[in-house]
């Protein structure tokens, strides 16, 4: 059995999932209740994220080695992964009460700080990671868990630094083009900066590009292909590349060889490690013939143009924390007599039709399109958005539109804690989940009702 599990072992190392559990499988119709295989086909389901099997298998696994700390801390993560917060909590203190070795304490702090940033108690995460950092001084989880922790903080100067020990993992790739070192901010150099994470991140973390541009002699900006034009146009001093994920990207022989590169995110280690670095302005420049087609069309409305999000997030960003039905959001369409524009990137079309409650318009030829480019010189032409927290937010707060992000109690570092606005844009102002997990929708329809009733409130 043993050298049956160190194939299935192997077999996961190198992602053959199904021929690693098809060995696991092998074990457990000798024996159902071997701890080390249970253990095993979590580890294997986890990592081919097949969470709510892998989930079974833990819990399994929980029922058969009761003292055993990896069970626990693999119940603990799939629970986590699963939003059963209150289970990963508990299971992670069960996991680290039963740790015997240094090494196994570290990595179940790990996980402990790593849930309080997910659940937004940012100081209980630093406290933590700055307790498992006295184990393991050069544990690079434990650096980037402290580092999430204190930017959520706004203790933006030390944040950034133990940011960028989580580069390199699953979430946040380093890229190299040559064999170029990690820019230090050395200005006049040729510089790659790099996009990273998810369309929202890539997004919002180009609000650093400008002052990026005052320091290099080139920067070459390599990002999602979705958002290549619309980066073109906003950034014309700017090399700008749509080959972010692509394996074997053609480049122009001259932009091969840079000095230094740098993910789009670390951009904040050299240019944002103070409140006063924030300005929040307007940096994505729409497409011109799109913003006036819009903007022409929409003037035959006669009312407002309010664009909508009532979704955002994937699996595994919290999407089911991060969605209303539209029924939810009843009292904003009674508020004010406008025209709902929706600003869904997926098909929305049963949901609206299903919907009676207010007139909502879809333009899926745009939301769905490619190219971000198209959806921004739609919501350039709004006259506001409001939406959940997704990708749409940060391009209307981008392009200088007043929006309105509404941010679950699960928020990410970037929304910070309890505060209405955030750092990147002025033109943002953030609505919160309470700890009841109740929307402010009905005090938000109260201020949109007055907004639109005194003139000078809506074009603010």
């Known amino acids: 059995m043993e050298t049956t599990l160190k194939r299935a072992a192997y077999l996961t190392s190198i992602k053959e999932w199904d021929d690693a559990m098809d060995l696991i499988n092998q074990v457990l119709m000798i024996d159902p209740n071997h701890s080390k295989a249970l253990i095993m086909a979590t580890h294997i389901l986890d990592k081919a994220r097949r969470w709510p099997a892998a989930y079974q298998f833990a819990q399994r696994a929980v029922s058969v080695a009761p003292l055993d700390s990896s069970s626990w801390q693999n119940l603990g993560r799939l629970s986590e992964e699963l939003y059963q917060l209150d289970d990963a909590e508990r299971c992670y203190k069960k996991a680290m009460q039963l740790s015997r070795k240094p090494r196994v304490l570290a990595m179940n702090l790990n996980n402990l700080s790593s849930y309080y940033n997910t659940v937004g108690n940012s100081k209980e995460a630093e406290r933590i990671a700055l307790a498992t950092l006295e184990i393991e001084p050069d544990n690079q989880k434990a650096h980037g868990n402290l580092g999430i922790a204190q930017l959520a903080q706004k203790k933006w100067q030390e944040g950034w630094v133990n940011y960028g020990f989580i580069l390199g993992s699953e979430y946040r790739k380093i890229m190299k083009y040559r064999d170029e070192p990690e820019w230090d901010g050395t200005p006049g150099k040729t510089v790659v900066v790099y996009g990273e994470q998810g369309l929202g991140d890539e997004i919002s973390f180009a609000s650093m590009i400008p002052d990026a541009l005052k320091l290099c002699s080139k920067l070459i900006l390599d990002c999602d292909s979705r958002l290549e034009t619309l980066f073109r146009r906003s950034f014309p001093q700017a090399k700008v590349y749509g080959t972010r994920w692509e394996k074997q990207a053609v480049w122009a022989d001259e932009d091969q060889k840079p000095d230094y590169s740098m993910s789009i995110g670390q951009l904040g280690k050299i240019l944002r490690n103070k409140a006063e ?108 958005v409001i939406c959940m927290q997704t990708s749409v937010g940060h391009l209307a707060a981008a392009l200088g539109i007043p929006t309105w992000v509404f941010v679950n109690n699960l928020s990410q570092w970037r929304y910070g804690g309890v505060e209405e606005t955030i750092p990147w844009y002025k033109s943002m102002t953030v609505w919160r989940q309470d700890s009841n997990k109740r929307w402010p929708i009905d005090e938000a329809a109260r201020v949109l009702k007055l907004r639109y009733s005194v003139p000078k409130l809506a074009r603010a």
């Open 277 to 384: 670095d924030f300005r929040g302005e307007t940096y994505l420049v729409p497409p011109y013939e799109r913003h006036i087609m819009w903007n022409e069309y929409f003037k035959t409305k006669r009312k407002p143009i309010i664009g909508i999000a009532w979704s955002g997030g994937l699996s595994w960003t919290a999407e089911r924390f991060r969605r209303w039905k539209l029924e939810e959001l009843q009292p904003l369409f009674d508020s004010v007599d406008a025209h709902w524009v929706s600003l869904q990137y997926k098909d929305a079309s049963e949901e609206i039709r299903d919907f009676k409650g207010a007139q909502i318009h879809d333009y899926p030829f745009v939301t769905q399109h490619k190219n971000y480019d198209e959806t921004a010189g739609l919501v350039s032409a709004c006259d506001m």
